[in-house]
């Protein structure tokens, strides 16, 4: 297969993971015969240093011009810790996601049995936790009218939804677990706000034409709770774009690291994929970010292309580099391994996966693992 791939590195640690995925695509694409072309863009911080905009238009065009997008993180000091800051980095993320219609935001959550230990929760709780959120990502309060009063005293934003907004995202959640464990949660606030009314309603009326899945409800503060206190409990979760935030990035602490959890964003004439982490800037340069996130993303990037196999190909070589201990600090923090030769690891364990053996001597060196 042939794909066109536009690279959105960013801003922090986005270029040194993004360089890992890529590294990781081009084994894969040399095994199974395919071909991959990469285009590279700016966007966020990096974007309005060079242009003045965090979205430049040239950047916007590749995407739009490409098969799919591999995005690397997002944000700068700079920006975060100035609130009269009037553009913004995330700024050229949240138009992207407009621009291109990626409505859809899904973010899988999968325990790795040899990081349970890292996670802050017992591992009876989260041993065999799987499920996936699926985040409606163009609309609700991020994008709803904003305003603020002269005085600086007052400000409101907008939380609004639409029948068709709400539609084609549930649709997909349904499918997905249509082919996973036929259990959905729709989270909302339907006790207080009328846009999570909207949603119930959409959604047990869609829920007829998907007999065979069973539909559940909780609000957004118990879902908040549940997924802590019972995550095995979930399959399939469906919910508005601020609380998928927020809850995403809370189900991110179950497996051990940020740093392990991909994303997609689907649209219906392109697709996005990135880490869910972001720009770590306090890492920048340093190589000892995790890209395994950015490496997983780039696997389901491959499911999108129905590359079943090699996207679990490089499922298999992260989960090797796991067991091994083949990690960046955040999850071995004695006897770690650089950005770099993670990558390095897993691209040998793609490419001649009975070959490869551990030695840390060897992958520091920056030497094959092939033998």
């Given at each position: 297969m042939n794909l066109n791939i536009a690279?959105?590195?960013?801003?922090?640690?986005?270029?040194?993971?993004?360089?890992?995925?890529?590294?990781?695509?081009?084994?894969?694409?040399?095994?199974?015969?395919?071909?991959?072309?990469?285009?590279?863009?700016?966007?966020?911080?990096?974007?309005?240093?060079?242009?003045?905009?965090?979205?430049?238009?040239?950047?916007?065009?590749?995407?739009?011009?490409?098969?799919?997008?591999?995005?690397?993180?997002?944000?700068?000091?700079?920006?975060?810790?100035?609130?009269?800051?009037?553009?913004?980095?995330?700024?050229?993320?949240?138009?992207?996601?407009?621009?291109?219609?990626?409505?859809?935001?899904?973010?899988?959550?999968?325990?790795?049995?040899?990081?349970?230990?890292?996670?802050?929760?017992?591992?009876?709780?989260?041993?065999?936790?799987?499920?996936?959120?699926?985040?409606?990502?163009?609309?609700?309060?991020?994008?709803?009218?904003?305003?603020?009063?002269?005085?600086?005293n007052e400000a409101s934003d907008i939380?609004?939804?639409?029948?068709?907004?709400?539609?084609?995202?549930?649709?997909?959640?349904?499918?997905?677990?249509?082919?996973?464990?036929?259990?959905?949660?729709?989270?909302?606030?339907?006790?207080?706000?009328?846009?999570?009314?909207?949603?119930?309603?959409?959604?047990?009326?869609?829920?007829?034409?998907?007999?065979?899945?069973?539909?559940?409800?909780?609000?957004?503060?118990?879902?908040?709770?549940?997924i802590i206190l019972n995550p095995k409990q979930f399959d399939v979760i469906l919910t508005e774009n601020m609380f998928g935030d927020i809850l995403s990035d809370e189900a991110s602490v179950i497996s051990g690291s940020i740093g392990l959890l991909a994303s997609a964003s689907i649209g219906s004439h392109t697709a996005m994929f990135e880490p869910i982490h972001g720009s770590y800037p306090q890492a920048k340069g340093k190589n000892i970010a995790n890209p395994l996130a950015a490496i997983l993303s780039a696997a389901m990037l491959l499911d999108h292309f129905e590359l079943y196999e090699e996207a679990e190909t490089i499922r298999t070589a992260v989960e090797k580099s796991i067991e091994l201990n083949i990690t960046t600090p955040d999850l071995n923090s004695t006897n770690h391994f650089s950005t770099t030769n993670v990558g390095n690891f897993l691209s040998d364990f793609i490419l001649d996966d009975e070959n490869t053996f551990y030695n840390k001597n060897n992958i520091d060196l920056g030497q094959s693992t092939i033998i």
């Open positions: 690279l959105l590195p960013g801003d922090g640690i986005g270029p040194e993971v993004i360089q890992q995925a890529v590294k990781v695509l081009n084994a894969i694409a040399e095994k199974y015969n395919h071909s991959f072309e990469f285009k590279k863009a700016s966007v966020g911080a990096i974007a309005i240093d060079e242009t003045g905009n965090p979205l430049p238009d040239e950047t916007l065009q590749i995407c739009a011009d490409a098969d799919a997008i591999l995005f690397g993180a997002i944000g700068d000091p700079k920006y975060d810790n100035n609130p009269n800051a009037k553009v913004r980095p995330e700024q050229g993320l949240l138009k992207l996601r407009k621009s291109l219609g990626l409505f859809a935001n899904i973010r899988p959550l999968t325990t790795y049995d040899a990081l349970i230990h890292k996670s802050n929760l017992k591992a009876e709780v989260i041993k065999d936790t799987n499920f996936v959120i699926y985040r409606e990502l163009t609309s609700g309060i991020y994008f709803g009218e904003k305003q603020a009063s002269e005085d600086g939380c609004k939804y639409t029948v068709e907004e709400i539609d084609r995202i549930a649709h997909l959640a349904f499918k997905a677990a249509q082919v996973r464990r036929k259990k959905l949660t729709l989270v909302d606030k339907a006790n207080v706000l009328e846009t999570s009314r909207l949603w119930r309603k959409r959604v047990a009326e869609i829920a007829k034409t998907y007999p065979k899945v069973n539909l559940e409800y909780l609000f957004v503060d118990n879902a908040a709770m549940q």
